[in-house]
Each structure stands twice: as structure tokens, then as C-alpha cells.
């Protein structure tokens, strides 16, 4: 059954209903299960489970140190271009923000790799806006054949592509693909896109489908959480991580909780998820699966993260700039949102450290590709 097939037996309202019915009885049971069912996770992401934070952190953190060790992967976004022909209502490349659009051009992708090399890194994240007449898969051919000797990691985070354009750029160097679904909740997605590609939803969800079909060694999954209740849509991330993991067993997996933040010409969030719910959602998830890596961005605030790096997360960005040029071509263009931790990659690794951990400049498991 493809996973389409799947997410369609279920219904958004049910759903949510049987998370919000969790007992604390039902918490325990999770908490001591050998072997845990997505039933079990309903239960640890429930309200109820808020008064298991203190044992669920303690599982959380035992669990992810016996599978990743007391390391920290280090990675830092790459905009090549604001282009954009979506209307997405929570980002500030959205087509109908009056913003000035820019694609880095080769000499200008070389400058920008210049700074990010000078901060110490070898795993870099490019990102996209959709505007697939100029940001193509010749473009991204163009910029990994660029980018890729520079780095031991090059993942990407553009518009989905179609199966065989992914098998054009793996060979090239493409180590993973992250393809946030924003939300499960059709309708709200509707809402959301209301213009441009992105607004097939279908498409959109079938994009981890295609890559596992492609053979893409890791793959990242999530939701923006603030768009819709953000328990029912981890509910169906995590079904839909559980049926990849079945079907494409030979790729690795990790996630994202991007909670929305401000930008030039703002959405309010429909739905606050607080810095607990944020703990109890990434134990949750470390607690139903040990081998899926966490990563947490500079979206999150110094105090927060300081904090979660001990708790399951296991990799994480720093010194981040959101707009294309923002290292050296042009510092001074709008970001596609505001980050909240600023502080330089170095200043990161310190505290990296000082927690009793390792920072690690490159993604590690591959070499064991
Ligand atoms: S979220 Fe992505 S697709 Fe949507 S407007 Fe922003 S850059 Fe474009």
C-alpha cells in the first residue's frame, strides 16, 4: 500500500480525538514498552503526558547516547535564490511579497562558500525557493558540480522534484533531501498555498516516495508547527516515517520541528506550541525511535537550544543567514525568516562542549556508506 493509500484510511478529527483521550495510564504503558506502537507514541505526545516530562527527558537523553553518543552534527544553510512562484501564507519569498529577487550565479555561489568554509564546516544545506524556470535541475546540477568539492555533505532543501531528476543529482554528490510536508490537514494546506505548485498537495506528499525510489541516502521529514494542532500532525509525520522506514529501509531518516517565526509581512500562528511541548514533542519522537536523527535550527532561541542539545537533538545549525548572499554577496537582503540564535558556529562548538559533548563538522554515519 503506498503511503497515500495509507494517509487516506485516516481521518484528521479521529485522530486527534484519540490523542487528546490518552490517560496517564496509557503514558506508563508507553514509557515501559519494550517495543513501542504509533499508539503508544499518541500517548507520549498527549496532553497527559506533560507530567512525564522529568522521565521521559532522562529515556530521551539515555536513549539517543547509546545510538549517536555524546556527539552534535554541525550543518549551515546555503540560500542560492528568493525566486519564488508559490503564495505559501507563512514565508517572506512568498510571490506576492513585494521583495527583490535574487539567484547567485556561479562567482557569487563561489564567494558565499568561501565564508562558510572560513567557519569550519563540511556539511551544507542548500535552499530554494520553487521557480522552475530559472532554478532548475540544470541549476542544481550547475551548483553541486560547484559546491560539492568543497564539502564532505551537500543536502538540499528545494521545491520536490520529480524521481528521475533525483537520480540526475545523486550521482553528483546529493547526499539528502529535506521535504517538510508544513501540514497533514488538507484543507489548511489549501488554505496555505493557495497559488503555484506547492498547492498540490498529493505531489507534495508523494515527494518522500520518489526519493526513497531514487535510492537517496537520508531524507528529512516535518511539519511548520503553528499552521494546525500540532500533536495530529506529528501523529501523521511519524506514520509517515514509520511506512518509509518499512519501504526504503536502506535510507536514514530525520526531522524537524520548525515552529513559525516572524518575517516581512507576518502570519500569526493559529496554533502555540510552548518551549515544554517543544521537549516533550522531540522526547516523543526519540522515545518511538532511536535510530532517527533530530535536528533543531537557529529558528530556536540560545536558552532552548543550550538546553535541548542534551536531550535527543542531534544535529544543529548555527550562524545561519536566510537570503541568498547573506554571507558575502549581499548581507544586507531580506531573510526568508528572522533567526533567533544568533551566535557565531565557534561560539556554538563552545557550548557544544562545554555540555560534555562533541561538535561534529560532517555528517559522521557516512562514512559507513
Ligand atoms: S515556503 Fe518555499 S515555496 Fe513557499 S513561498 Fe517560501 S520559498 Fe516559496
Known sequence: MSFREQFERHDWNEVKDSIYSKTETDVETALHASKRTLDDFKALISPAAARYLEPMARLSRELTQKRFGKTIQMYIPLYLSNECTNICTYCGFSLDNKVRRRTLNADEILKEVEVIKSLGYEHVLLVTGEANQTVHVDYFKKALDLIRPHFAQVSMEVQPLDQDEYEQLIPLGLHSVLIYQETYHQEDYRKHHPKGKKSNFNYRLETPDRLGRAGIYKMGLGVLIGLEDWRTDSFFTALHLNYLE?????????????????????????????????????????IMNEEVEISLSTRESEKFRNHCIQLGVTSISAGSKTNPGGYAVEPGSLEQFEISDDRSPAQIADMIRAGGYEPVWKDWDNVFV
Not at 529501509?249 to 517565526?261: A, D, E, I, V
Open 246 to 286: 518499512r519501504t526504503y529501509w536502506q535510507t536514514r531518516y530525520s526531522l524537524s520541528f520548525p515552529r513559525l517565526r516572524p518575517f516581512s509581512g507576518g502570519l500569526e500562528p493559529k496554533v502555540e506550541m510552548t518551549d515544554k511541548e517543544l521537549v516533550q514533542l522531540i522526547c516523543a519522537y526519540r
